[in-house]
């Protein structure tokens, strides 16, 4: 499978049984999968989620929101406990606003989910891990 670098955005080939041993990128060094959410701006979102390789879950949120921030260390565990099976990324809507108008955020914590750089789902709302954790296993992680 081919991973993109969360930090230089390069390509790297892993094969499927190797991704639960720390992958890191060929060019920068960085870990591949570091199990937890890497930060989607403008710049980045377009390249890291068609070139993935894994399906990708983004959190649409802002800094000023409560049940924004309530998710974030919900978040952040789900991403630790499933690295290798489901990427995850956070999208800040108040410093990109384009990335989340083109997504049709209407509310936040928007969660959308990505499989080959196309939505396969979405949820708002702030939710614990388990109920994160079995809304990902409905979405077939």
């Known amino acids: 499978m081919e991973l993109v670098c969360p930090h230089c955005l390069a390509l790297n080939r892993v094969p499927d049984e190797r991704l639960a041993d720390a992958p890191k990128c060929g060019q920068c060094g960085s870990l591949l999968l570091p ?44 991403a630790a406990d499933m690295a290798t099976r489901v990427r995850f990324a956070k999208v800040d809507t108040e410093a990109n606003p384009q990335v989340s108008m083109r997504h049709h955020i209407k509310g936040i914590p928007s969660l959308i989910l990505f499989k080959n750089g196309e ?23």
């Open 35 to 78: 199990g937890k959410p890497v930060d989607l701006n403008a710049g980045n979102f377009d390249r890291f989620i068609a070139k993935a390789g894994l399906p990708v879950l983004v959190d649409f949120w802002a800094d000023w929101c409560g049940p924004c921030k309530m998710m974030a260390p919900v978040f952040q565990q789900v």
């Open 119 to 141: 939505e396969v789902a979405r949820t708002s709302g702030a939710m614990e891990a388990n109920a994160l954790k079995r809304w990902l296993v409905t979405q077939g992680m």
